[in-house]
């Protein structure tokens, strides 16, 4: 029988805006998505897996190697199959369909990163809805890499801030954050030196915002620890993954918040 039931957000953005027009490939990262949802079902919850528009995210190549699983062959594959293969994973709904059949169901939620968050969930009104209400009721809430940036949806006027922040307008950004839910958290995000090589080798052109700046311009107290290494961050019921790295120990961290919460039912 399971504990409860975590809500699991996704992204459907393939590509990501850069400096001086154009795009640049991107996806959710294999190992951010699947490591904690696995501990989260190894932990005895069901997850719901949502994305904006129903259908799975794109895996970013990059992420699909064996270096991201510890370089453990064999938990590469078993991450592979489960993303491809098991029924959490393909049973995909949309955030309205998640809206419309009852929030309360759910004891937590979680995204993971890679850049895509960055494109379409931030500025998600949808998602937005759904954060407001696992913020009131003091849910466990839980962002991964990039992931954090969906948190921003949550504000008033979400898609009006990531175009200020587009625009390099951070004053105007930071006055259209007025009302974020999640001002004043401490939680931690990709850093902009992790960020560079990406950039540089992937982009082939910058970014036209940071994530720690944009999340601090929203009113968050961001910090990070060194580059692509595990580091988690826990602030009332917000818990926030900096990197890749840092899957196993949000997922770790996750359960414990979600045992706590469903402990006390």
């Keep these: 029988m399971s504990k409860a039931q975590v809500l699991v957000v996704g992204s459907n ?8 027009g154009g795009t640049g490939p991107t996806g959710q990262y294999l190992n ?39 370089n453990d062959e064999t938990a590469h594959r078993h991450g592979r199959d489960f993303f491809d293969n ?10 309205r369909a998640v809206i419309d059949g009852g929030l309360d169901q759910y004891a937590g939620f979680f995204t993971p990163g890679g850049q ?12 937005g809805e759904i954060l407001r209400h696992f913020h009131d009721r003091n849910k466990p809430t839980a962002f ?6 969906a948190s921003v949806s949550a504000m008033p006027n979400a898609k009006a801030f990531r175009a200020a922040l587009i625009d390099g307008d951070n004053s105007r950004a930071a006055e259209l954050a007025r009302g974020w ?3 004043g958290y401490r939680m931690t995000v990709y850093s902009a030196s992790e960020e560079k090589p990406i950039e540089d080798n992937i982009l082939h052109g910058k970014l036209y915002f940071h994530m720690p700046e944009a999340l601090e311009t929203a009113g968050a107290e961001v910090t990070t620890g060194p580059d692509f290494q595990p580091y988690v961050v826990e602030d009332r019921e917000v818990i926030t993954g900096q990197n890749p790295r840092s899957d196993h120990e949000i997922g770790a961290k996750l359960v414990a918040a979600l045992d706590h919460v469903t402990a006390a039912v």
């Design 181 to 183: 839910q999640y001002a």
């Design 144 to 149: 991964l890499c990039h992931g954090p940036m």
């Design 116 to 127: 895509a968050p960055v494109v379409d969930l931030m500025q998600d009104a949808e998602l």
């Design 86 to 95: 098991d029924p959490a994973m393909n049973e995909v709904l949309t955030l």
């Design 32 to 70: 951010e998505l699947v490591v904690p949802i696995m501990a989260v079902i190894d932990a005895g919850y069901d997850i719901v897996f949502a994305t904006p528009n129903g259908h799975k995210p794109f895996i970013d190549p990059v992420s699909d190697q064996t270096m991201h699983f510890d």
């Design 13 to 20: 953005a393939t590509r990501i805006e850069i400096q001086g």
